[in-house]
């Protein structure tokens, strides 16, 4: 028996009850005060060049981020699948500690290892070779941060593959590399464009571990996270919540564009 159509929309409008007052109501407020100077003063707001390099210095470092991860990303996961070796379970923890690690405490302890007075920094240094502090420090940062969104996207499409086809290709002939490129490959690019979003997404939002070694410098090493932070303690609310709302949107396409990644990689399973 069917239930009633009454009965069938009252979860529903539960969950959006619910969701008001946590996601909905917060997000509509972002761009409410984003627009309190209508259309004329946003885009004066987002010509500044704080706000535009804060901007392009994030969609830069995400981009990297992003590169970088995808290969490291897609390089461990292949090993900690496809390899048996002793430690192995303690590695998969340790990649995916990040995680469960506050941002906080991955800033601090990058800058116990690369800051002037680290544990290599104190050896860099009189070389003039500094890294925290510079946008060198801010994509260590993010690469340290997001590391385990892309293993974590790509590992599972691993440890499902089927190896038929690559006993196959070892059958004819073919080398590691050869069959990773034709055969692991292709099956891996709906889990490498999911890992990718997602890590560029959290890159371009991430805040913790970028305050602490970055510096918060103005136009040298300021990403659009601490421009807002920066914006509110000034209290220039509108010019804060001009810049989330691009982040706002930005992130809102990106999870779009894995929301379908998504259902056409299940269309092709199914």
Do not use: C
Not at 36 to 41: M, V, Y
Not at 238 to 244: K, L, M, P, T
């Amino acid at each position: 028996m069917n239930p009633r159509p009454k009965a069938v929309l009252v979860p529903p409008l539960l969950l959006v009850l619910t969701l008001l007052p946590l996601l909905l109501m917060p997000l509509g407020a972002i761009f409410v005060f984003a627009g309190r100077a209508g259309l004329p003063g946003l885009i004066a707001t987002l010509s500044q060049p704080d706000a535009q390099f804060a901007l392009r210095f994030s969609l830069l470092i995400a981009f990297g981020t992003a590169v970088v991860n995808g290969i490291l990303g897609t390089f461990a996961a292949y090993v900690l699948s496809k390899y048996r070796f002793r430690g192995r379970e303690a590695l998969n923890i340790v990649v995916n500690l990040p995680v469960a690690i506050p941002t906080v405490v991955v800033g601090t302890s990058l800058l116990l290892l690369w800051g002037p007075i680290g544990l290599l920094g104190q050896l860099l240094d009189p070389l003039g070779i500094q890294p925290m502090f510079a946008p060198a420090g801010v994509l260590l940062a993010h690469l340290f941060v997001t590391f385990p969104y892309m293993l974590g996207a790509v590992k599972p499409v691993l440890d499902e593959l089927e190896m038929t086809y690559e006993e196959a290709a070892y059958t004819i002939g073919a080398s590691r590399w050869q069959t990773f490129r034709h055969i692991i490959l292709p099956a891996l690019r709906g889990g490498m464009l999911s890992g990718l979003l997602m890590t560029f997404a959290h890159s371009l939002g991430e805040f913790g571990a970028t305050v602490m070694v970055s510096g918060n410098l103005r136009l040298r090493t300021q990403t659009a996270p601490l421009f807002i932070f920066a914006q509110f303690e000034a209290g220039n609310i509108e010019a804060a919540n001009a810049v989330a709302a691009v982040l706002a949107l930005i992130s809102f396409a990106i999870f779009m564009l894995l929301q379908w990644a998504t259902q056409r990689r299940s269309g092709r399973v199914s």
